[in-house]
Antibody, heavy 116, light 108 residues
């Protein structure tokens, strides 16, 4: 079946970087954009940016410009999101999402905790 | 950036009742790019409605979406116990996606 499977939970210190992976299966990876959305504890959903797996084009939310990098490996149908200069406010669940008509397939989420 | 406002933040209903959720945009939204999601505790969101009024695959017909311009509505015709959750609207503008802050539908 169509699914996105993300890497496991991470604990990082302030100032460090984190890289989350998202492996797609059940469909042609290069056919649909992958987006990243995060959700802080008890809060709403926040769009971070997107990558075109076919051409490697990216578009980041202004809030994360300069701190986020989205990449992909078409040989393994995997997308990656790296966030640098982590601070406590980055503690959240990070989701990768497929864009078809809307965000139709979601990964299970990766909890990233930033704590000294 | 288009801001989506969902109000009120919480709505209380009894099972079997009809629920109407509102999503208002700060400027006009292309209907094709308006979606609704449901999220239950500890789970990823699930797509319910896309293009303002189209049900996603596997979504029961008690869920319906409507609206245009700046005002959109999600209606649940008869609430079942599994429908008590948080609902988010979402839009995409010029290469930028935004979500409403969510409406929690709780049991009265």
């Amino acid at each position: 079946q169509v699914q996105l499977v993300q890497s496991g939970a991470e604990v990082k210190k302030p100032g460090a970087s984190v890289k989350v992976s998202c492996k797609a299966s059940g469909y042609t990876f290069t056919r649909y954009y992958i987006h990243w959305v995060r959700q802080a504890p008890g809060q709403g959903l926040e769009w971070m940016g997107m990558i075109n797996p076919s051409g490697d084009r990216t578009n980041y939310a202004q809030k994360f410009q300069g701190r986020v990098t989205m990449t992909r490996d078409t040989s393994t149908s995997t997308a990656y999101m790296e966030l640098s200069s982590l601070r406590s406010e980055d503690t959240a669940v990070y989701y990768c999402v497929r864009l078809r008509n809307a965000f139709d397939i979601w990964g299970q989420g990766t909890m990233v905790t930033v704590s000294s | 950036e288009i801001v989506l406002t969902q109000s009120p933040g919480t709505l209380s209903f009894s099972p079997g009742e009809r629920a109407t959720l509102s999503c208002r945009a700060s400027q006009s939204v292309i209907s094709s790019y308006l979606a609704w999601y449901q999220q239950k505790p500890g789970q990823a969101p699930r797509l319910l409605i896309y293009g303002a009024s189209n049900r996603a695959t596997g979504i029961p017909d008690r869920f319906s979406g409507s609206g245009s311009g700046t005002d959109f509505t999600l209606t649940i015709s008869r609430l079942e116990t599994e429908d008590f959750a948080v609902y988010y609207c979402q839009q995409n503008g010029t290469s930028s996606w935004t979500f409403g802050q969510g409406t929690k539908v709780e049991i009265k």
